[in-house]
């Protein structure tokens, strides 16, 4: 019986870990202290849902920023996809752009210039791979005061409240941005909602549900990239990073925003603000709760 309850996790993670895509991503800067993920996200939607006409190729719907300081509070920081930035060997365009002109490494090393940290793990999540994983997981309960009778491009459905969602139904509400008059802000909110949900319903009863443990890695895993350097054991603390991040002590928000109408309809960050909010995410000095949104 002790083989067994040992032999399982084990067999469990080495099976986990040979089942993750790998992508050419990290920049190879040097360590900033902390553990710092970089998690992108992208739909998959025919254009990926983004009404930007100078930018083509691969997009990416989703930045975030996932810190764990050496003290201090975890952080969940997204960027939103449209904010105005400096873009290295390019010129100054909205963040996402990095992503469809240099893919994973361009935006790894635009996030570094623009926060100043060095991203040690790089995430790929297809948000269409959420329904999946919503699913497995036996659907989550999610929360927003939008009333939406029907918005036709997420084909999304709301009514004011908390309510449990299938994986239809969280995609959708992770996607949804044009019946929300906080646009890309809503929504950033709602996918860090989605993920945390997903994160928070994984409880130690799983340990016990070993074919539920692999339908719930197949279907996660089917929906995730990450660099070459990380395996499924950083999924793990990634997933504990999370977590901890929109608990009761953790940071959860977007950078200070300037402007959502900056440059032809970009989103502009705070020049004054930006440095020190990222150092004082870096340093674990950023006091617990939310953090920027509407300007």
């Not at 050419?24 to 553990?35: E, K, V, Y």
């Not at 904010?83 to 365009?93: K, M, R």
């Not at 329904?131 to 918005?151: I, P």
């Amino acid at each position: 019986m002790l083989v067994l309850l040992l032999a399982w996790p084990i067999g469990l993670v080495m099976w986990a870990d040979g089942q993750i895509n790998h992508v050419d991503a990290l920049s190879g800067a040097p360590n900033t202290p902390g553990t710092t993920y970089l998690i992108a996200g992208s739909d998959q939607r025919g254009s990926g849902g983004i009404d930007n006409p100078d930018v083509s190729g691969a997009r990416s719907d989703t930045i975030m920023v996932l810190h764990r300081p050496t003290s201090g509070p975890a952080a969940l920081i997204s960027i939103p996809r449209d904010s105005f930035v400096d873009i290295p060997g390019h010129n100054s365009s909205r963040i996402n752009a990095s992503f469809a002109w240099g893919g994973p490494p361009l935006l790894v090393q635009t996030v570094e210039l623009l926060t100043g940290l060095t991203i040690d793990h790089y995430v790929e999540i297809g948000f269409g791979g959420v329904e999946d994983v919503v699913n497995a997981v036996g659907g989550v309960e999610l929360c927003s005061d939008l009333n939406v009778e029907f918005e036709p491009h997420s084909q999304f459905s709301w009514t004011p409240g908390c309510h449990h969602a299938d994986g239809t139904q969280a995609l959708a509400f992770s996607r949804m941005r044009y019946a929300d008059p906080r646009g890309d802000i809503g929504r950033a909110e709602r996918q860090q909602q989605v993920v945390g949900a997903i994160a928070g319903s994984v409880g130690p009863s799983l340990l016990f549900q070993p074919a539920r443990q692999v339908h719930l890695i197949e279907a996660g895993l089917g929906a995730v990239a990450t660099d070459e350097r990380s395996g499924i054991i950083d999924l793990g603390r990634m997933a504990l990073t999370f977590r901890a991040a929109n608990g009761p002590d953790g940071i959860t928000g977007t950078p200070p925003l300037g402007s959502l109408n900056y440059h032809g309809g970009a989103v502009q960050l705070d020049p004054d603000q930006g440095p020190g909010f990222w150092r004082a995410i870096a340093d674990g000095t950023l006091p617990s709760g939310q953090v920027g949104g509407m300007p």
